[in-house]
Structure formats: C-alpha cells, structure tokens
T-cell receptor, first 119, second 109 residues
Framework: GAVVSQHPSWVICKSGTSVKIECRSL??????MFWYRQFPKQSLMLMAT?????????EQGVEKDKFLINHASLTLSTLTVTSAHPEDSSFYIC???????????????FGPGTRLTVL | GQNIDQPTEMTATEGAIVQINCTYQ??????LFWYQQHAGEAPTFLSY????GLEEKGRFSSFLSRSKGYSYLLLKELQMKDSASYLC??????????FGAGTTVTVRA
C-alpha cells in the first residue's frame, strides 16, 4: 500500500519557538496534501489543503500566518507552526491524495502523525 | 457542509461480526472512505467506495448507497487487534474528507 511519512514523529519545544513538520509521499505523486489536527478524544479537524506549486487553502478559523504550509514538490509538503504556544500542542497529521496505479481511482492516505508538545 | 452519523461505541466478542453503519449528508459527493484509528495513532486506510455496492477486502467489507446517503463497514472474524476507532469519511467534490467522532469498537475475548 501507499506510504506517507512524517518527520518528526514527536517534538517538544519551548513556547515562542517554531516547529517544522515534513510530510512525504514515498511511492506515489501526491496531487494534493492535507493537514489535520487532532486533540485528545476528538475527531480530526482539517486545517488546510495544499497543492504543489500553489498557495495553501486554509479552513475557517485557522491562522495562515501561524501555520505556514509549503508544498515544494509532488512528494513533499511542510507545515511550520510559528511562535508555538501550549495551546498548539496537538497531534498533527498529514494526508496525501494520489493514484497508485494509472486508471485506478485516487485514494487518500495518512502519515503517521507528529505529536507536538509546547512547554 | 457534511453531517456524519455513526454509533459512538460497539462491543463484540472475538470471532464475531460487527456492522458499523454510517449516514451522511454532503454538499457534493466524491466517494466515501473508511479508516481505522488506534489510540494515539494516525488513521489507516481500510476501504474506498465511489459506486453503489459492496467492496470486499479480506475480513473487512464496505457498502455504499449514494441515494440513501448510507454506508456500512462490516468486520468479520473479529480479532482483539480490531479494537479501535472506525471513521466514516465522505469526500466532497473539492477532495476534502469530513470526519465525525468515529465508532469505538471493543473486542472482548
């Protein structure tokens, strides 16, 4: 099956610092990548959608200046949490949409997630 | 927007069959996904239905009726490792997935 990787798996940082999370599709070209956030015992919340070479589209209530998304290639997207604060502590998960095989409907696969703790 | 309704919790014994129903309302439909999510982990892909009917994949099967806005995930020969949350996620025409709270399945010996 398709593999989507995320790095780092977990990160602890001090309040006010910035953290960059990478999301890579390893065996397919991702048409679109999505960034989600999940708080404990809550459902996944979509933060933004990114397409290669264009600006990300943010969901309502998500600060685009705080959560910077760069989609440099069809296999890499990055999310940078700028000036992180304790309330940004969460589980950040990316997903990639793409086709594994020509002629097959595209599907969407999740990365393993990054657990961010801001002290 | 999209409304997703699935049971909060289900409990079954090892070896049994569980059917998780999901009803949804969408403003545009482009397929429906089922994911499994263990506590503290990211969701893993189980199935994808875009046409009406049943998709079978090993112990897991998923059914879709677009006209009824209804899907179900069938888990057969339950194993202890199947204890997890199961997420029904319809996709809209802009390729965004919507998630509800999911169904927590507990498998007992």
């Amino acid at each position: 099956g398709a593999v989507v990787s995320q790095h780092p798996s977990w990160v602890i940082c001090k309040s006010g610092t910035s953290v960059k999370i990478e999301c890579r599709s390893l065996d397919f070209q991702a048409t679109t990548m999505f960034w989600y956030r999940q708080f404990p015992k809550q459902s996944l919340m979509l933060m933004a959608t990114s397409n290669e070479g264009s600006k990300a589209t943010y969901e309502q209530g998500v600060e685009k200046d705080k959560f910077l998304i760069n989609h440099a290639s069809l296999t890499l997207s990055t999310l940078t949490v700028t000036s992180a604060h304790p309330e940004d502590s969460s589980f950040y998960i990316c997903s990639a949409r793409g086709k594994l095989l020509a002629g097959v409907a595209d599907t969407q696969y999740f990365g393993p997630g990054t657990r961010l703790t801001v002290l | 927007g999209q409304n997703i309704d699935q049971p909060t919790e289900m409990t079954a014994t090892e070896g049994a069959i569980v059917q998780i129903n999901c009803t949804y309302q969408t403003s545009g439909f482009n397929g429906l996904f089922w994911y499994q999510q263990h506590a503290g982990e990211a969701p893993t892909f189980l199935s994808y239905n875009v046409l009406d009917g049943l998709e079978e994949k090993g112990r897991f099967s998923s059914f879709l009726s677009r006209s009824k806005g209804y899907s179900y995930l069938l888990l057969k020969e339950l194993q202890m490792k199947d204890s997890a949350s199961y997420l029904c996620a319809p996709r809209s025409n802009d390729y965004k997935l919507s998630f509800g709270a999911g169904t927590t399945v507990t498998v007992r010996a």
